[in-house]
Nanobody, 126 residues
Framework: VQLQASGGGLVQAGGSLRLSCASS????????WGWFRQAPEKEREFVAA????????DYAHSVKDRFTISRDNAKYTVYLQMNGLKPEDTAVYFC????????????????????WGQGTLVTVSS
């Protein structure tokens, strides 16, 4: 499985970005997905997750009500819509995927994902 994250960039505080994570054409219907981020000199942290069915989502408290994770199985792509961006959202954002038999399970734990994209940098200026 190859994942390609894109959509990062420089944005002013209060602005929006949409990140995309395209897979290599595997049957993404069998995978659950997550977004994580890592700021300089900080550990990688959970941002959002979506279940295989797409019916279940989970968010870190710091991004809840500002970020939205979604998936388009026909396009083999997962998205992270980020609104109301803050300087503290500045980080490299990574998408991750894990094949699963569960249609509704999500996970905030990086060690429960086997496949990772290369990361895309988001910089929010104040």
């Amino acid at each position: 499985v190859q994942l390609q994250a894109s959509g990062g960039g420089l944005v002013q505080a209060g602005g929006s970005l949409r990140l995309s994570c395209a897979s290599s054409g595997v049957n993404v219907n069998r995978y659950r997905w997550g977004w994580f981020r890592q700021a300089p000199e900080k550990e990688r942290e959970f941002v959002a997750a979506i279940s295989r069915s797409g019916d279940n989502t989970d968010y870190a408290h710091s991004v809840k009500d500002r970020f939205t994770i979604s998936r388009d199985n026909a396009k083999y792509t997962v998205y992270l819509q980020m609104n109301g961006l803050k300087p503290e959202d500045t980080a490299v954002y990574f998408c991750a995927a894990q094949r699963t038999v569960s249609s509704e399970y999500t996970s905030p734990r990086p060690n429960e994902y086997d496949w990772w994209g290369q990361g895309t940098l988001v910089t929010v200026s104040s």
